[in-house]
């Protein structure tokens, strides 16, 4: 299994700013993704974090809102840009590599509140 | 588009068996995913199942029928750790690869009682 940690585990901000989560994991992995799920709802995928290149974004998401870096094969950011309200979260990020194809490995999330 | 149904809320007595159900349509298929959330935390994997057929895991075992696009979880000898919610994700293979996103249902809420 993968170890994964995210900072910040938790953060308010204000109206208008950004936030950048990172992502870190202790071993190579293959695949890298980034999840939102909103008060109560399930987990909804943002983007697919491609390492050396820009991330795929799902319907609904885009690059000016959520930009996504991943420099190498155990790091990825997300930023939340120009908050609002509605940005309010969790934000996980998840990984998967090819030797453990049965399971998408889950970090432990960042709760943001923007106010 | 990628369509996954599932109950949104169950309720059960502790012992007790639950069958949680959850049909997909999805343009990609390569494996369809249970996971446990507790409130506030991140999900825990339980189940993968690529092929028909039932896959146990001690209490917990997981069904596929690809064919029907349907799958459930049953939970045996049901505890009060048990509540929490149940998510059932599909994963839509990447090109050249088995591995890729997954698209999850809206999650049941299971609570089980004394």
């Known amino acids: 299994s993968a170890v994964i940690s995210q900072k910040p585990s938790r953060d308010i901000c204000q109206r208008g700013t950004s936030l950048t989560i990172q992502c870190q994991v202790d071993?190579?992995?293959?695949?890298m993704f980034w999840y939102r799920q909103q008060p109560g709802q399930s987990l909804t995928l943002i983007a697919t974090?491609?390492?050396?290149?820009?991330?795929?974004?799902e319907s609904g998401f885009v690059i000016d809102k959520f930009p996504i870096s991943r420099p190498n094969l155990t790091f990825s950011t997300l930023t939340v840009s120009n908050m609002s309200p509605e940005d309010s979260s969790i934000y996980l990020c998840?990984?998967?590599?090819?030797?453990?194809?049965?399971?998408?490995?889950f970090g432990p999330g960042t709760r943001l509140t923007v106010l | 588009g990628q369509n996954i149904d599932q109950p949104t809320e169950m309720t059960a007595t502790e012992g007790a068996i639950v069958q949680i159900n959850c049909t997909y349509q999805?343009?990609?298929?390569?494996?369809l995913f249970w996971y446990q959330q507790h409130a506030g935390e991140a999900p825990t994997f339980l189940s993968y199942n690529v092929l028909d057929g039932l896959e146990e895991k001690g209490r917990f075992s997981s069904f596929l029928s690809r064919s029907k696009g349907y799958s459930y979880l049953l939970l045996k000898e049901l505890q009060m750790k048990d509540s929490a919610s149940y998510l059932c994700a599909v994963r839509d293979p990447e090109r050249g690869s088995t591995l890729g996103r997954l698209y999850f249902g809206r999650g049941t809420q299971l609570t089980v009682w004394p």
């Open positions: 071993s190579q992995v293959t695949m």
């Open positions: 999805t343009s990609g298929f390569n494996g």
């Open positions: 974090a491609n390492q050396g290149s820009e991330a795929t974004y």
């Open positions: 998840s990984v998967e590599w090819e030797a453990v194809y049965n399971e998408q490995f």
